[in-house]
């Protein structure tokens, strides 16, 4: 059997006679994220190697994330640019977005108010594009979110990504993605929606603001209690900023804001660094003026 170049010691072997594969990044219950540099187009890159033993349904959830990512093309999104079969391992070849996960990067700093409009006004318009095409992620959360050391967040991790209306890989009834920012639908084990998302996105940007999960304890929890209450809106935010994520949360869809009027009420602005600002190329990830960038509200 050929050395792995995942595991193997010393200089490791190229995955498909192209990529030499650097340090894992990242690693989750499904798939683990490695940097690594593409010989063939003298570039960084990001490997995404999903994890063995693989069943029928990790291996649909694959190629569902293959083709979905392949198909879109925006600024906001992890770029895909290959795929591939290494022994048992399947894998994705991406964009390396150089920075953390907004996980990490929220376990290091608190952002501000006007860090949170600014990273909601960057993955608005993403999910809006996604959903345009028919696609709802299905589990949005802090850790499938990524922002480099210019502040720009992406979106990534479409595993459990289904098109609206194609028929799901799991039986109905099934609760799909994270216990702590699943919409009330879910947790029903009902449909995902576009709303779903912007439901998940609007508990992502409560726990930017305020420091912690709104729903917390173990799965079942968790994902309950928010069929008991909304999340609790701190009367310190801005008026409009806190009815903008009262309507995200809401669980009554007839009040419940989409991604589109998110969209047109958060708007991102053109950034206001230069040249001359040291904290542009510091590089240090601990600044909060080198990890997000200005946005306006209306």
């Given amino acids: 059997m050929d050395p792995d170049p995942f595991s193997a010691t010393g200089e490791r072997p190229l995955l498909s006679h192209r990529y030499r594969i650097g340090a894992l990044v ?5 798939a683990e994220v490695y940097r690594a540099y593409d010989l063939k187009l003298e570039r960084p890159v990001a490997i995404k190697r999903f994890t063995p033993p693989a069943s029928a349904i990790d291996h649909r959830r694959f190629e569902d994330e293959a083709r979905l990512l392949a198909g879109l093309s925006h600024p906001g999104l992890v770029t895909v640019y290959d795929a ?10 991406m964009r390396l977005v150089d920075g953390p996960s907004l996980h990490v990067a929220l376990s290091k700093e608190r952002p501000t108010v006007d860090e949170v409009v600014s990273l909601a006004g960057r993955l608005a ?3 809006a594009y996604v959903h345009s095409r028919g696609i709802v992620h299905r589990d949005i959360k802090p850790s ?5 050391l210019d502040g720009e967040a992406y979106l990534a991790d479409f595993g459990l990504a289904r098109l609206v209306d194609a ?24 449909k995902a929606t576009p709303a779903s998302d912007v439901y998940a996105l609007g508990l992502v940007l409560l726990q930017a603001l305020t420091g912690h999960q709104e729903y917390q304890g173990g799965q079942a929890e968790a994902a309950l209690a928010r069929l008991t209450r909304d999340p609790l809106i ?9 009815m903008l994520l009262a309507e995200m949360t809401s669980a009554d869809k007839n009040t419940a804001t989409d991604d589109g009027a998110v969209r047109g009420t958060i708007r991102p602005a053109r950034p206001r660094r230069t040249v001359d600002d040291p904290v542009a ?3 240090h990830a601990g600044a909060a003026p080198s990890r997000w960038r200005p946005a306006e509200f209306s």
Wanted: glycine share 16%; charged share 15%; aromatic share 6%.
């Fill in 144 to 148: 499938n979110i990524l922002v480099d």
């Fill in 167 to 190: 028929d799901g890989i799991t039986r109905s009834g099934d609760i799909v993605g994270t216990a702590a920012y699943l919409a009330p639908e879910q947790v029903r084990g009902q």
């Fill in 281 to 283: 190329h510091s590089g």
């Fill in 84 to 93: 591939g079969q290494h022994q048992n391992s399947r894998y994705l070849v």
């Fill in 125 to 127: 318009p993403t999910l």
């Fill in 26 to 30: 990242g690693s989750g219950g499904m």
């Fill in 234 to 242: 701190p009367d310190w935010l801005p008026v409009g900023l806190a």
